[in-house]
């Protein structure tokens, strides 16, 4: 520090001993002097400043990510998933319930003909929200009275339970059982 003040006072002992006014190269060095500090501690803020709005940028976005993620997509209820297609249900139904290749040819197309009819209501928005959601509920016991005869005696009761287990869990119009866990 001390040569590095010695360097600074040299200079200026050059710049006053070669300058026409060697009184106002003395005052810009006084002056240099008293705001020198006062440069580094803007600077310091500068730096201060500089990285904290980064940090906000960086919680905003994060922030943001998070709320666009979290936000339903078109079609899709508040706190909805995607409904499950006709493929996925029957794959799901499948592997709960064991059916057959014969069950399975039956009732894919019963499920295809409820995925077109639930993707029709949703696509129509004249009707009110509860309307909508009769509708659904009718399709979908609709649905299950036509896949019932289809199956055996103890399919039949575990459908009913993962029917009722669907209920419970709060899903939505969408017509797909959520994958349960295997019992």
Request: no cysteine.
């Amino acid at each position: 520090m001390y040569i590095g003040f010695l360097k600074k006072f040299g200079g200026v002992l050059l710049v006053m001993a070669t300058s026409s006014s060697p009184g106002s190269a003395a005052t810009l060095y006084v002056l240099a002097l008293m705001f020198d500090p006062m440069l580094k501690e803007f600077h310091k803020m500068k730096q201060v400043l500089l990285r904290s709005t980064l940090a906000v940028a960086v919680v905003l976005g994060g922030v943001t990510a998070y709320a666009q993620m979290a936000t339903p997509g078109a079609g899709e209820a508040h706190g909805q998933r995607q409904p499950m297609s006709s493929d996925q249900r029957l794959q799901m139904m499948t592997q709960q319930l064991s059916l057959t290749g014969d069950q399975q040819e039956q009732i894919k197309p019963i499920l295809e003909n409820e995925s077109q009819q639930m993707q029709a209501l949703r696509s129509d928005t004249a009707l009110s929200q509860q309307d909508r959601m009769s509708k659904m509920q009718a399709i979908r016991k609709d649905t299950a009275s036509q896949i019932k005869p289809i199956l055996n005696a103890d399919q039949q009761t575990k459908y009913q339970e993962m029917m009722s287990h669907q209920g419970h869990r709060g899903k939505g119009p969408d017509g797909g059982a959520p994958p349960q866990s295997p019992q």
